[in-house]
């Protein structure tokens, strides 16, 4: 069993994301610890003047109530959200919080990703621990 175990969480699939999380559940041990995290992609700036002023505030607002949602129903979790590239940030992460585990949902591949997502195959090239991937 897994005892720091790092979900990534992209809301662009719930089925994906319900997935990772059961996956995460059932490697997880009595006394270990889940972390749901979500990266915010930095928007550029010339997008974000298009935007409303309170967006980026209200935007994570949103996320992290999501994200607690999902940690309490597992009960010895906790969401976080963070900005900054995802394939990086979430290894930076993994590795400043010491996770054992990375649980990744990845999408299906196109030519372009030719095995898996871009985000799911930065994590798993580069991550200091073991990375579980679902598709």
Same mark, same amino acid.
């Given at each position: 069993?897994?005892?720091?175990? &790092?979900?990534?969480?992209?809301?662009?699939?719930?089925?994906?994301?319900?997935?990772?999380v059961a996956v995460a559940r059932q490697l997880?041990?009595?006394?270990?610890?889940?972390?749901?995290?979500?990266?915010?992609?930095?928007?550029?700036?010339?997008?974000? =003047?298009?935007?409303?002023?309170?967006?980026?505030?209200? =935007?994570?607002?949103?996320?992290?109530s999501e994200l607690d949602a999902m940690a309490a129903k597992l009960g010895h979790?906790? @969401?976080? +959200?963070?900005? @900054?590239?995802?394939?990086?940030?979430?290894?930076?992460?993994?590795?400043?919080?010491? =996770?054992? &585990?990375?649980?990744?949902?990845?999408?299906?591949? @196109?030519?372009?990703?030719? &095995?898996? @997502? =871009?985000?799911?195959?930065?994590?798993?090239?580069?991550?200091?621990?073991?990375?579980? +991937?679902?598709?």
């Amino acid at each position: 069993m897994y005892t720091n175990i &790092l979900v990534p969480i992209a809301f662009d699939s719930d089925a994906k994301a319900e997935a990772a999380v059961a996956v995460a559940r059932q490697l997880a041990g009595e006394d270990s610890i889940i972390t749901l995290l979500h990266v915010m992609e930095h928007i550029p700036g010339y997008a974000i =003047s298009y935007m409303p002023p309170d967006y980026l505030a209200q =935007s994570r607002a949103a996320v992290q109530s999501e994200l607690d949602a999902m940690a309490a129903k597992l009960g010895h979790a906790s @969401g976080i +959200v963070v900005e @900054g590239h995802s394939g990086r940030t979430i290894l930076d992460y993994a590795e400043e919080t010491g =996770s054992d &585990l990375i649980v990744i949902a990845s999408h299906r591949p @196109g030519m372009g990703d030719m &095995l898996m @997502g =871009s985000t799911a195959t930065q994590v798993v090239r580069h991550a200091k621990c073991a990375v579980h +991937v679902l598709r």
